[in-house]
């Protein structure tokens, strides 16, 4: 059990570029989860996939922003155009489907210039 | 309102003191956790519970179902407890969690030698 990994852990960016960020879950979690977190705040739910399946995606998701888990193991999150206040911490997190706790990975800081 | 609140946002204690972070939130929940947030991003699971109490080494989690209402307890705090605590809710849905949370903005510990 390595842990939930994310990549990149940081990315800068200008604004108006696509960025993609990367989570592994643990092996053999069907649950996982996208937050965001800006600072000073607690974290806010984007996503969930239950395997393969995007089950749920919260109103703070626009249009610009896209995730993916294409074989129920690795998920994407991918942001278009992205602005000033895309900047934020991003958590990716997993759980297997017998519990509600979840397994957070270190995050991938993004800061849009 | 938010739909979990926290008190305090801040808390400065001296090396030894008993320290009570409180928890209200005002939605259906299957679950609360509280989760420990280092500077740098990582965050840890501490408990996970849906009635009564719970203890791991120094730490106590309780909560009154009724009343809305959960606390965090550390006894004998110590620097080393220096840390961003969160309280997060597993909302309650017909048929079932849907496993994402809901966070309070947490509560900034720091533990003076």
């Known amino acids: 059990d390595t842990g939930v990994s994310q990549d990149p852990r940081h990315k800068i960016t200008k604004r108006g570029q696509n960025v993609t960020f990367r989570c592994d879950p643990i092996s053999e979690h069907n649950r996982l989860y996208w937050y965001r977190q800006t600072l000073g705040q607690g974290p806010e739910f984007l996503t969930y996939?239950?395997?393969?399946?995007?089950?749920?995606k919260s109103r703070l998701l626009s249009d610009r922003f896209s995730a993916e888990r294409p074989k129920g193991s690795f998920s994407t999150l991918e942001i278009q155009r992205t602005e000033q206040g895309d900047s934020a911490m991003y958590l990716c997190?997993?759980?297997?489907?017998?519990?509600?706790?979840?397994?957070f990975g270190p995050g991938t800081r993004l800061t849009v210039l | 309102k938010n739909e979990v609140e926290q008190s305090p946002q801040n808390l400065t204690a001296q090396e030894g003191e008993f320290i009570t972070i409180n928890c209200s939130y005002s939605?259906?929940?299957?679950?609360l956790h509280w989760l420990q947030q280092h500077p740098g991003g990582g965050i840890v699971s501490l408990f996970m519970?849906?009635?009564g109490k719970k203890k791991h080494g120094r730490l106590i989690a309780t909560i009154n179902i009724q009343e809305k209402h959960s606390s965090l307890h550390i006894t004998a705090s110590h620097p080393r407890d220096s840390a961003v605590y969160i309280c997060?809710?597993?909302?309650?849905?017909?048929?079932?969690?849907?496993?994402?949370?809901?966070f309070g903005k947490g509560t900034k510990l720091s533990v003076k030698p």
């Open positions: 996939f239950q395997n393969e399946a995007q089950l749920e």
């Open positions: 997190a997993s759980s297997p489907s017998y519990t509600d706790t979840q397994y």
């Open positions: 519970l849906s009635s």
């Open positions: 997060a809710v597993s909302p309650y849905f017909y048929g079932g969690s849907q496993g994402n949370l809901i």
């Open positions: 939605v259906g929940i299957s679950a």
